[in-house]
Nanobody, 122 residues
Framework: QVQLVESGGGLVQPGGSLRLSCVAS????????MAWYRQAPGKTRELVAD???????KEADSVKGRFTISRDNAKNTVYLQMNSLQPEDTGVYYC????????????????WGQGTQVTVSS
């Protein structure tokens, strides 16, 4: 079992930055691939970025060059640095753990955080 707690969301103007954090507890963090998903109002949840146990990171095309995922195994924490935020980045951001890579793509893990709201608006 893994418990995940996200933080760092908020209201930001277009072009601004936020850093999301997700702290894991209850199991050995370093054994889990981690991911960030988001869900915008009226839309399905989408994968934003993922990072393997070895630190290999991948971001979705829609955020590539603006968002960066990273992890600190000593702190049991995964981060999402979000720069140049745009209104279309608005949504609830969720941390996910336990996915498995198949042909380079990460499946949905079993463990979810409660989500943190990100709103980009002037």
């Amino acid at each position: 079992q893994v418990q995940l707690v996200e933080s760092g969301g908020g209201l930001v103007q277009p072009g601004g930055s936020l850093r999301l954090s997700c702290v894991a507890s209850g199991s050995i963090f370093s054994r889990y691939a981690m991911a960030w998903y988001r869900q915008a109002p009226g839309k399905t949840r989408e994968l934003v970025a993922d990072i393997s146990t070895g630190g290999r990171a991948k971001e979705a095309d829609s955020v590539k060059g603006r968002f960066t995922i990273s992890r600190d195994n000593a702190k049991n924490t995964v981060y999402l640095q979000m720069n140049s935020l745009q209104p279309e980045d608005t949504g609830v951001y969720y941390c996910n753990a336990g996915g498995i890579y198949f042909s380079g793509r990460l499946s949905l893990g079993d463990y979810w955080g409660q989500g943190t709201q990100v709103t980009v608006s002037s």
